[in-house]
């Protein structure tokens, strides 16, 4: 048994779990040998079942069957081999969410070498920091982002869907090569992902994702987003990123289910209409756009109420209104969950385990990790302290990460791997989200957590989005400033503001309300949609 909370009512989940259970219901061996594509693909080959359901922005669709896939990625690998590409190698991907994508993230694991992810909103110079790190002999991409690589492609070998000059035309040869490819055979250390921090805290760092994750993906499949054998899946994360690739491609697919890509921007419109298409049943997402749906109305968000059992959020907090909003219009039960790049998802509200939720909190740890909440020293905080969200490493049997590229095995405090997160651990043994380190704002001697201010703007009807930060203040070390996204039809003036303050003064106290407000059309955020609160400290 893996004790993760004093509180025996909440233990009783966790019981019976064993690490073991999850590595054993792998078709390879982490010790004598296992290959990713396997995992995701050929031991579920032979009952035709869907892998894959896919829509474009212009209606295009189809849907791939386990045995599709097998076939194009033992092409792929059979192509990557052939321009020299050898077990351990990394070969990016820089694709929109299209089948080919797919096919070659499969060919990649098929043929042992490591894939990296590339997401198509970076420009060139994002791009080849991260190739830069990487050292990939390989980038695959489209017509359309071909251009962000011209001062790259004599690095390195490029192939192009459709083909461009002087670049392996990748849908040709692809098509040309045989379709079986025997899968190359890998230790459980050894990696099968290469993936790059967000940079939401500085430059972004390479990591290697060994075999041995591959079992805590699968662990949050099944407890946290409790994906069931006749679920309609769609995460829509975008696999340029960890919680894209991790869950919409290699975790449904690592469980014999069907996954759903959807090639277009995300619209409340476009969103309900796959919904409802499809009868997607199980689905994932970030925060921004669930409070883009709630923006749109119960009208809009229709087709979500008439087909979703569960909804699972991911990339930063959830604000307890967005979920309370959701229960009563949408009809299922909206989660919070986290998790890094670094070590996957390892704290959720669960889907998969009966447990009350608190509103405002990431739940309780991932089976298989034990999380403590500790001071910069490593040293466990009371409850209801603020600390670092830290992992226990020697005692999370599920934790793979080993350090950035280049530090390997480097940065731990004691046997804590830090995350740099502040949280707070509750009475029933929860853990609840403060904020970023960098983000917490101290004003007057408190400590106030940006994730509880936005949370409380976003209960006033006007508000669509915020974002809080500290701003130095000679008198009080920071105040607190607020930057404000309004509902269509409402006017940003001061009556408002003074409004707003006064809301979150009577929520909050006197300590925590914001002293500024801005009224803004929109928040700086990441690509992957994280708001980028650097940004609005030096406005």
């Known amino acids: 048994m893996i004790v993760v909370t004093d509180r025996p009512e909440y233990q009783t989940f966790y019981d019976g779990f064993d690490a073991t ?49 097998q076939i194009q990625s033992a092409r792929v690998a059979n192509l990557l081999v052939a321009h020299d590409v050898r077990p351990g190698d990394r070969v990016a991907g820089l694709l929109p969410r299209v089948p080919e994508l797919v096919a070659l993230i499969l060919g990649v694991l098929r043929a042992g070498a490591v894939y990296q992810p590339l997401f198509t909103a970076f420009g060139p110079k994002a791009i080849e920091h991260r190739l830069a790190t990487s050292k990939a002999r390989v980038v695959v991409t489209d017509v359309a982002n071909r251009s962000k690589l011209d001062d790259l492609a004599h690095q390195l070998i490029v192939m192009c869907i459709g083909g461009h000059d002087g670049d392996v035309d990748f ?115 970030a925060p921004t756009a669930y409070r883009k749906i709630i923006a749109e109305g119960p009208e809009a968000a229709k087709p979500l109420a008439d087909s979703l059992r569960v909804a699972s959020s991911a990339g930063e907090p959830l604000n307890p209104e967005v979920m309370r909003w959701f229960k009563q219009h949408i009809g299922c039960d909206l989660l919070d969950q986290y998790g890094q790049t670094e070590c996957g998802m390892v704290l959720a509200n669960h889907h998969g385990l009966r447990h009350d939720v608190r509103p405002g909190s990431a739940g309780f740890p991932m089976p298989g990790f034990r999380l403590e909440v500790v001071d910069e020293q490593g040293s466990p905080v009371p409850q209801d302290t603020q600390g670092i969200l830290a992992v226990h490493r020697s005692e999370s049997p599920l934790f793979f990460f080993d350090g950035y590229l280049g530090a390997e095995g480097q940065g731990w405090t004691g046997d804590y791997y830090l995350t740099g997160d502040t949280v707070e651990k509750n009475e029933d043994g929860t853990i609840s989200f403060v904020g970023r380190s960098d983000d917490v704002i101290t004003s007057s001697g408190y400590r106030i957590g940006p994730f509880d201010v936005e949370s409380c703007l976003l209960e006033h009807d006007a508000v669509a989005e915020s974002a809080t930060v500290g701003i130095p203040d000679e008198e009080r070390g920071e105040i607190v400033k607020a930057f404000v996204v309004l509902n269509s039809g409402r006017q940003g003036d001061e009556p408002l503001a003074a409004e707003l303050k006064q809301h979150v003064r009577d929520r909050l106290g006197k300590h925590a309300f914001p002293r500024l407000i801005a009224f803004v059309e929109s928040l700086p955020k990441t690509p992957s949609g994280k708001i980028q609160r650097f940004i609005l400290r030096n406005q």
């Not at 993906?217 to 960890?242: E, K, R, T």
């Not at 995300?266 to 409802?276: I, K, L, N, W, Y």
């Open 21 to 69: 259970t999850l590595t054993g219901a792998l078709h390879g061996d982490l010790t004598t040998g296992v290959n990713a594509c396997v995992e995701c693909c050929d031991r579920h080959v032979g009952q035709n079942r869907v892998a894959l359901k896919w829509k474009s922005e212009s209606d295009q669709s189809g849907n791939y069957t386990f045995e599709d896939l």
């Open 171 to 285: 849908t040709a040869e692809t098509a040309a090569q045989p379709e079986s490819f025997m899968p190359v055979m890998r230790k459980g250390d050894d990696a099968f992902l290469l993936m790059s921090t967000s940079g939401t805290t500085g430059p972004p760092k390479g990591l290697k994702v060994p075999l041995r994750g591959l079992a805590g993906i699968s662990n949050y499949m099944q407890f946290g987003l409790d994906l069931q054998p006749d679920d309609v899946f769609w995460n829509i994360a975008d696999p340029g990123w960890a919680y894209g690739l991790y869950y919409a491609v290699i975790g449904p697919l690592l469980m014999g289910h069907q996954t759903t890509l959807y090639d277009g921007p995300f619209t409340v419109e476009s969103t309900a209409a796959v919904v409802q298409e499809l009868g997607v049943t199980n689905f994932a997402g």
